[in-house]
């Protein structure tokens, strides 16, 4: 059976022979059928099967019959690591050359401008990571509703990296109608469970035993002490002319310490995990598939889902405590039916994850016992307080991050210090507090009397020159945050920027002042009360004037006419008494005459009076 079996239209045909692509894999043979006609596929293969190209295939086909104006993101695939990301772009790119659509990708740890400027373009085809796919939505920058594909690859390792409740959140984002491939190399109950919700009348695609390694695969076991571990890697590298090797760490530190010590062995290396930026970690693997770098150091993490192709060697430099992921590193090599080698270097205190690889592999690891470093510790592993095997690689790497935790807190107690020593440098010197000379006399305050402004013992200020002010004298206590009103004139320097000021008089400048004078003038107004009539005598009037009658007086002050009282004339709303109506339907509230309102300032003068400068009344 040939891809042109499989119902491939000619532009894929020919881009598929173009990448040297002849007969297809188990998984591209049973996939790409049910997934041209349209149905759910639930795929289960390990990495290096072909499994992007059993599900690029198919979309490119089902998406090149039509294409909308303007273009709207119709097919989505959804992976757990930036580096497996970028391989299927390119990957559909390499697919579809020869097809009018359009795919980019898009994944944190970069700037999101290019990525969104590539989706303002229009696009047909989506590669993400779940973090920076839901960032961008979240953000209203992306839109979900026209998926009509959706791929969800290397779903066991979502799980295991915890991304698997974004991917419940990125399903809640797509709409309900639409097809769904999802591959994984295992099929945990979690996986299983997401399987049921998501698929329907799927159709299920097994290619080998779940977690089996690839038979090309040849495999070999070392025996070696933990300190002679980059020492007999560096050997092998040089016996046997390896020109490329990808070496798996335990550890990010394990990682960055192996990629250093074979520099300095003259083997040019290059590490990458989840520390390193994601700038570095595209250029480690660029400088690395070009050949630049020799070696390639990983963590389990960061390697996953990484494609070189006829990539001959990989090293596990420490075993690790999942028997599954040996079979994932292993499968890095030996990919599309080429050769490769896995070679595993084993401590003493890693006897216990052999066994259950080799357990998991249903046949142990050829052993290769002719090599320069032997292992010669057979100590017993250390145990923590709970019993549990402490293992040297992960001590290690705890130790150097609690070191450099230290380090990094005392730099940065250290600047700290030195800017609390520069900011004390440089601060403007404390302004002493200036008092008058013992012997100076004091000011005595009168009582002010009523209308009238303090009056002092003291000469008036126009009396005295700016030059004939009292002597000041210097005190070492250091200025408080403030300074008595009657004091402050001692804190002024012998040239004042402003005139002198008499600091008794009320200033009406001051915040206190005016909030004072405001407080009055928003204040309500009470109703004035009503005038009320004063009993008067009755006097014998002289005759001819009897029964006239003559207006009340108020009592006479000496030497002034009585003047007439008038009745005040109150508003309807003070008066008590009300118009009689036709109904009694509610009538808008009419604004009282503007001689009942609320006065201002200005024609408040008796309330400001205090506070003119002059009184020219």
Partial sequence: MNFRDLGLTAPILKALTQEGYTDPTPIQRKAIPPALAGRDVLGCAQTGTGK????????????????????????????PTRELALQIQDSFVAYGRNLPLRSAVIFGGVGQQPQVDAINRGLDILVATPGRLLDLHGQGLLELSHIEIFVLDEADRMLDMGFIHDVKRVLKLLPEKKQTLFFSATMPPEVMGLVNGLLHDYA??????????????????????????????????????????????????????????????????AAIHGNKSQTARVQALSDFKAGRVRVLVATDIA????????????????LPDVPE????????????????????????????????????????????????????????????????????????????????????????????????????????????????EPDAPKKKKRRRKKGGA???????????????????????????????????????????????????????????????????LL??????????????????????????QKPRRRGKKQGAPAQPVKEPVLPPSLSGKRKRRRDDRPRPIEAPPRSDRQKDSTQHKSLMRPYYLHDDD
Avoid at 230 to 244: D, F, G, P, V, Y
Avoid at 303 to 318: H, S, T, W
Avoid at 483 to 497: F, N, S, Y
């Fill in 303 to 318: 390697a996953r889902g990484i494609d070189i192709d006829q990539l001959p060697f990989v090293f596990n430099y420490n």
């Fill in 325 to 436: 992921t040996y079979v994932h590193r292993i499968g890095r090599t030996g990919r599309a039916g080429h050769e490769g080698e896995a070679i595993s270097f084993c401590q003493f205190d890693e006897k216990d994850e052999l066994k259950a690889i080799e357990k998991l592999l249903g046949k142990p690891i050829p052993v290769v016992e002719d090599h320069p470093f032997p292992m010669e510790n057979f100590d017993p592993p250390q145990k923590d307080k709970r019993g549990r095997v402490v293992n040297a690689e992960d001590a290690e790497a705890r130790a150097a991050a609690k070191e450099k935790r230290r380090q990094k807190d005392g730099s940065n107690k250290a600047k700290a210090e030195e800017r609390k020593k520069a900011a004390q440098g440089t601060a403007a010197p404390v302004a002493p507090v200036l008092e008058k």
């Fill in 204 to 269: 299920r695609v097994a290619v080998d035993p779940v977690s089996s390694p690839v038979e090309v695969i040849r495999q070999s076991l070392y025996y070696v002490d933990k300190a002679n571990k980059t020492k007999l890697l560096a050997h092998l590298m040089e016996e046997r002319h390896i020109t490329s090797a990808l070496v798996f760490s335990r550890t990010k530190h394990g990682a960055n310490r192996i990629a250093q010590d074979l520099v300095k062995r003259g083997i040019s290396a």
């Fill in 454 to 520: 303090a009056q002092t013992d003291a000469p008036a200020p126009e009396a005295a020159a700016p030059a004939e002010r009292e002597p000041l004298v210097l005190r070492d206590k250091p200025i408080g945050r403030g300074v008595r009103q009657g004091h402050i004139e001692d804190t002024l320097p012998d040239d004042p920027a402003m005139p002198v000021t008499d600091f008794y008089k009320p200033n009406p400048l001051d915040s206190d002042v005016i909030l004072d004078a405001t407080a009055r």
């Fill in 52 to 79: 992007t190209c059993a599900f690029a295939a198919p979309i490119l086909q089902r998406l090149s019959g039509r294409t909308p104006k303007p273009r709207v993101i119709r097919a989505l695939i959804l992976t």
């Fill in 523 to 548: 204040a309500p107004r009470r109703p004035a009360p009503r005038p009320q009539a004063q009993p008067q005598q009755k006097k014998q009037e002289p005759a001819g004037q009897q029964g006239r």
